[in-house]
T-cell receptor
């Protein structure tokens, strides 16, 4: 069966420090992968998505970057965190084809930038 | 630009009641619509997915409908239970021109509390 792993579960970082969040998927190959952020009082916003190794699409201008070094690995990074980067980060992968698809989410990382 | 709105933002009902959550979207050119459940501090669990050509989907006590032309969807929960307490999110799937990329645009959610 397919599973998605995301870590760490919680993270407290000072402003200006670097960030690396990792997401891995098991039991599937060549998945579409996504990074979403849920800021306090706001809905889920798509940050990045990837259709394959080295292929990253950015949805919104921001202080973050994403990379996909391997087929089932998706990494969210920042060189210098801002207060506004605080939020709940969710990785997701897409299962299925054109007529029967679902999005499966990881358990999320709660990031607090202080 | 696609926008998704959910009403109400919060809802509290006694156990056993049937209830309806509403979702509306501004652009009817969607591939599908999904309903998710989110427990506090947790990831999302997919509940139901309705393709753009479908009118409704059912899973257990849950029934979701889709009226693409009017830009509306409802999630009906029958015989609510305290375990149904969670935030329910509606999302529509957007594409890039001719292909479904799986990108989702979410509403802000309805937080449901079912009291014993």
């Amino acid at each position: 069966s397919q599973t998605i792993h995301q870590w760490p579960a919680t993270l407290v970082q000072p402003v200006g420090s670097p960030l690396s969040l990792e997401c891995t998927v098991e039991g599937t190959s060549n998945p579409n992968l996504y990074w979403y952020r849920q800021a306090a009082g706001r809905g889920l916003q798509l940050l990045f998505y990837s259709v394959g190794i080295g292929q990253i699409s950015s949805e919104v201008p921001q202080n973050l970057s994403a990379s996909r070094p391997q087929d089932r690995q998706f990494i969210l990074s920042s060189k210098k965190l801002l207060l506004s980067d605080s939020g709940f980060y969710l990785c997701a992968w897409r299962w299925g084809g054109a007529t029967n698809e679902k999005l499966f989410f990881g358990s999320g990382t709660q990031l607090s930038v202080l | 630009k696609q926008e998704v709105t959910q009403i109400p933002a919060a809802l509290s009902v006694p156990e056993g009641e049937n209830l309806v959550l509403n979702c509306s979207f501004t652009d009817s050119a969607i591939y599908n619509l999904q309903w998710f459940r989110q427990d506090p501090g947790k990831g999302l669990t997919s509940l139901l997915l309705i393709q753009s050509s479908q009118r409704e989907q059912t899973s257990g006590r849950l029934n979701a409908s889709l009226d693409k032309s009017s830009g509306r969807s409802t999630l009906y929960i029958a015989a609510s239970q305290p375990g149904d307490s969670a935030t329910y999110l509606c999302a529509v799937s957007a594409g890039d021109g001719s292909s479904n990329t799986g990108k989702l645009i979410f509403g802000q959610g309805t937080t449901l509390q079912v009291k014993p």
